[in-house]
């Protein structure tokens, strides 16, 4: 399988900021696992299937790609598949903190896995999931910052044409 990276979050959706950092990631490594959370601490908006959906939709076939799903602790999860990498993404300094405590706690509970941190492209520093939602919800258009496929699925859920 070579050197593999696993890239979790809860994609809730997925965003061009997520596929910007898989695809600059696979100029380092030789596959990326894109891991969703099952059972984020946050409420959702998209369903564990729909959140797979859409990211194999805005991944399209692509055979250095996977997309799988996990439960409880990340560095069980990233352990079992053989690897030692988590890839994350870093935006604003609102990132840092929580970042760098997840990565400590990840530390302490299994120092093998180490975590890797890309900073976002300057296009993507200012958007997220959570604020693609917000303007989603009241109709605002986010096209361009997500695929087509999650552009659509938001209206669908959100009741826009
Ligand atoms: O996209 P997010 O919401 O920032 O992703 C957070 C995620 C899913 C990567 C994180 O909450 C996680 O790893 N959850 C699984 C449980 C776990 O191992 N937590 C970290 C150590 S307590």
């Excluded at 979790?8 to 891991?35: E, K, Q, W, Y």
């Amino acid at each position: 399988m070579g050197n593999m990276a696993v890239y979790p979050g809860s994609f809730d959706p997925i965003t061009n900021g997520h596929l910007s950092i898989v695809r600059r990631a696979l100029t380092m490594f030789d596959s990326i696992t894109i891991a969703v959370a099952a059972n984020p601490m946050k409420k959702m908006l998209f369903t564990l299937d729909e959140r797979v959906d859409l990211i194999q939709k805005s991944v399209k076939n692509d055979d250095k790609i996977f997309v799988d799903t996990f439960n409880g602790l990340l560095v069980d999860y990233v352990e079992g598949k053989k690897t030692n990498i988590v890839l994350r993404g870093m935006r604003a300094l609102s990132d840092f903190e929580y970042e760098f405590q997840m990565s400590l706690m990840n530390r302490k509970l299994n120092k093998n896995i180490q975590t890797i941190f890309m900073m976002t492209d300057y296009k993507w520093l200012y958007t997220s999931s959570t604020i693609i939602k917000e303007a989603a919800s009241y109709g605002g258009s986010v096209g361009g910052l997500v695929p087509d496929v999650v552009c659509q699925k938001l209206k669908d859920k959100f009741g826009f044409q």
